[in-house]
T-cell receptor, first 118, second 112 residues
Framework: GAVVSQHPSWVICKSGTSVKIECRSL??????MFWYRQFPKQSLMLMAT?????????EQGVEKDKFLINHASLTLSTLTVTSAHPEDSSFYIC??????????????FGPGTRLTVL | GENVEQHPSTLSVQEGDSAVIKCTYS??????FPWYKQELGKRPQLIID?????GEKKDQRIAVTLNKTAKHFSLHITETQPEDSAVYFC???????????FGTGTRLLVSP
């Protein structure tokens, strides 16, 4: 149980284009989803917290107009990196917590999306 | 503010030895402390967690201890195996807010 999927697993794009990453909770309702980025050999840095049906809460220093987050349903959240640049290249990981018989405090992580911007 | 210090950054042990990783936090309101294991290029996986109403929790070869007074918590792995090799992250949270603050990670290498 508590499976979180993420798509795509990797993406390569040209500078200036936008990329959308999907995060889905497959067997539970995710009332809250989190988006992290992780640089090589570094820790997970929280970018934003999203609750279904409401605007995401961004961490300090994260540009909300650049990293658009939509949490339209209890099983799906999307992160769109707009006008991507090489410095946006990173490993993006989502996590979800919520209802369905699981511990509501526990975050279950997706497999991550490796973004490379040329 | 929220801050989690994790030590050591790297840890090399021989198979069968014990490994201990320690984290220190600053937010006295924190009451939820999970530990995640992340293999290279893969997702973090929860291995054990502890809440502030207990001082120790054990699951087979893995245990976590919590000292709320000193604001530190530790992961203990006994009888280590090569497959325990990974990066381990501690985190602190506050039930209800759900947001987690992660430590800097410990790279554990278990040599056969």
């Amino acid at each position: 149980g508590a499976v979180v999927s993420q798509h795509p697993s990797w993406v390569i794009c040209k500078s200036g284009t936008s990329v959308k990453i999907e995060c889905r909770s497959l067997d539970f309702q995710a009332t809250t989803m989190f988006w992290y980025r992780q640089f090589p050999k570094q820790s997970l840095m929280l970018m934003a917290t999203s609750n279904e049906g409401s605007k995401a809460t961004y961490e300090q220093g994260v540009e909300k107009d650049k990293f658009l987050i939509n949490h339209a349903s209890l099983t799906l959240s999307t992160l769109t990196v707009t006008s991507a640049h090489p410095e946006d290249s990173s490993f993006y990981i989502c996590s979800a917590s919520g209802l369905g018989g699981f511990d509501t405090d526990t975050q279950y992580f997706g497999p991550g999306t490796r973004l490379t911007v040329l | 503010g929220e801050n989690v210090e994790q030590h050591p950054s790297t840890l090399s042990v021989q198979e069968g030895d014990s490994a201990v990783i320690k984290c220190t936090y600053s937010d006295s309101a924190s009451n939820y402390f999970p530990w995640y294991k992340q293999e290279l290029g893969k997702r973090p996986q929860l291995i054990i967690d502890i809440r502030s109403n207990v001082g120790e929790k054990k699951d087979q070869r893995i245990a976590v201890t919590l000292n709320k007074t000193a604001k530190h918590f530790s992961l203990h792995i006994t009888e280590t195996q090569p497959e325990d090799s990974a990066v381990y992250f501690c985190a602190q949270g506050n039930t209800g807010f759900q947001k987690l603050v992660f430590g800097t990670g410990t790279r554990l290498l278990v040599s056969p």
